[in-house]
Nanobody, 123 residues
Framework: QVQLVESGGGLVQPGGSLRLSCTASGRIFSIYSMGWFRQVPGKQRELVAD??????????NYTESVKGRFTLSSDNAKNMVYLQMNSLKPEDTAVYYCRVFASGFRGPPDDYWGQGTQVTVSP
């Protein structure tokens, strides 16, 4: 029901910046949360940042290692979520996945994932 399209990954030098974008489309009744995970080969996928909306209030959580460097934002009218990544470090290198927790009409909410976009931080 839900499709996610990601963009913005690439190669950047340490200290540089990238901006990831994710657009959700399809038969969506309600989106409860949107965010980003990342994964490196041989390791478990981990949360980077996640945003939930209750009424008009947004709740954003970041993993400790990216606090102060990454910023999550959204454009609700377009069902889009962004991840601004500043002061990038080599340890940020990973495949980044957009995640949406959403429900269709008369169905339970479920997780939907993008295909992933590679972020490489290297001299």
């Amino acid at each position: 029901q839900v499709q996610l399209v990601e963009s913005g990954g690439g190669l950047v030098q340490p200290g540089g910046s990238l901006r990831l974008s994710c657009t959700a489309s399809g038969r969506i009744f309600s989106i409860y949360s949107m965010g980003w995970f990342r994964q490196v080969p041989g390791k478990q996928r981990e949360l980077v940042a996640d945003m939930s909306t209750v009424g008009s209030t947004k709740y954003v959580n970041y993993t400790e290692s990216v606090k102060g460097r990454f910023t999550l934002s959204s454009d609700n009218a377009k069902n889009m979520v962004y991840l601004q990544m500043n002061s990038l470090k080599p340890e940020d290198t990973a495949v980044y996945y957009c995640r949406v927790f959403a429900s269709g009409f008369r169905g339970p909410p479920d997780d939907y994932w993008g295909q992933g976009t590679q972020v490489t931080v290297s001299p």
